[in-house]
Structures are given as C-alpha cells and as structure tokens.
C-alpha cells in the first residue's frame, strides 16, 4: 500500500477519535513523525504506527487517556524520564486530565526507532 494510502488510514483514525482525543493524536503524530525523519505511517494492531523498515511505535486513543506502545527498553534515561507515565508493563499512558508532554513523546519516538532498527 503507497505512503498516502497508510497515511489516509491514519487521517481516518484520528477523525474517528473521540474529540478530546484528536489534537493529541495529531500532536503525537506530528513530533513522532518529526523526530524520525524517513518513518512511514500505518496501522498496525488498529492503531497508528511508525515504521522505518518494522514497526516501531504505535500510539492510540482511548476512554481517558492517549497509550504509547511499546515500552522503551534501550535508554536508561529516558526510560528514567517515563517512570511517571509507565504502566505495569512499561507502556505509557498519558491522561487526558494532564498535560501531554509531547517533546518527551517525540524523543519516545527516536529511541524507538534506534532500539528497533538493531
């Protein structure tokens, strides 16, 4: 499928969210897709992803809060920057009752995409 095929599933996604969701979920999108120059978009497990090559990172909507799969294994500290967002099993999970730090998600994204390209 072309780049704007995925992307248009993408658009379609984020226009179905909930609408408190939608400008996190075009936020998200755009620092992910800033700080990982070259990634292409998709759906994967019915949520939007990035992939450079495989799959990297996926963030979707949910009742209360924006997820950001999956967990950052590769960067202690940054992984040490997530603690407050982690849930048990390290994904985050970012309430729509707080700030979204989304220059911290941007970087989620780097991280991601140099621990899944070894």
Not at 5 to 27: F, G, N, Q, W
Not at 28 to 43: H, K, S, W
Not at 45 to 51: D, H, N, T
């Amino acid at each position: 499928m072309s780049p704007s095929a995925e992307s248009s599933k993408v658009d379609a996604y984020i226009a179905a969210a909930a609408p408190i969701a939608r400008p996190h979920l075009t936020e998200i999108r755009r620092v992910a897709l800033a700080a990982v120059p070259g990634a292409r978009e998709t759906i994967s497990y019915k949520m939007p992803a990035l992939r450079n090559g495989r799959v990297f990172f996926y963030f979707a909507a949910f009742k209360d809060h924006i997820g950001v799969y999956p967990p950052v294994e590769a960067d202690a500290k940054l992984k040490a920057e997530l603690a407050p967002y982690a849930n048990a099993k390290g994904n985050l999970r970012f309430p729509f009752t707080e700030p979204v730090p989304y220059p911290l998600i941007g970087r989620v994204a780097a991280a991601l995409a140099r621990q899944y390209a070894k």
